[in-house]
């Protein structure tokens, strides 16, 4: 997968907004941020989901080449690194939807979900 590709599905998902912090793209829903990519030039390509530590330990696990837990206390709480040339379209987008769900405002998810 490359950055651009990353970018698309983040975008699919309902009033996610691109915007950046700290010289990098991010992706934010309600004003918050559920994603971001790596600055551009990385020998790695990478992205990063906002998951809770429940969500992100199948990842860890069934992925580990393409998903790894964020250094320090952010990983510890969730924060998953997505090594883009190893990842899935299906298992991103998936990892998308939920970090988008952690962080959207009730109402939108809701209505997202058809509820």
């Known amino acids: ?3 651009q590709a990353f970018r698309e599905l983040a975008l699919e998902l309902p009033e996610a907004v691109e915007s950046s912090h700290m010289g990098h793209p991010d992706f934010r829903v309600g004003g918050k941020i559920f994603a971001s990519l ?3 030039g990385e020998r ?6 906002k998951l ?3 969500q992100q330990a199948p990842l860890l696990a069934s992925e580990p080449d393409a998903f790894g837990p964020a250094s320090g206390a952010w ?4 924060a998953t690194l997505v090594r883009l040339p190893k990842a899935r379209v299906a298992i991103v ?3 998308l939807a939920m970090a ?3 962080t959207a405002p009730k109402k ?3 209505r997202f979900d058809g509820k």
């Open 1 to 3: 997968m490359k950055p």
């Open 38 to 40: 790596g600055p551009e």
């Open 44 to 49: 790695v390509p990478w992205g990063m989901v």
């Open 52 to 54: 809770t530590p429940k």
């Open 75 to 78: 990983g510890r709480g969730g």
């Open 93 to 95: 987008r998936r990892a």
């Open 100 to 102: 988008w769900r952690n």
């Open 108 to 110: 939108l998810v809701q």
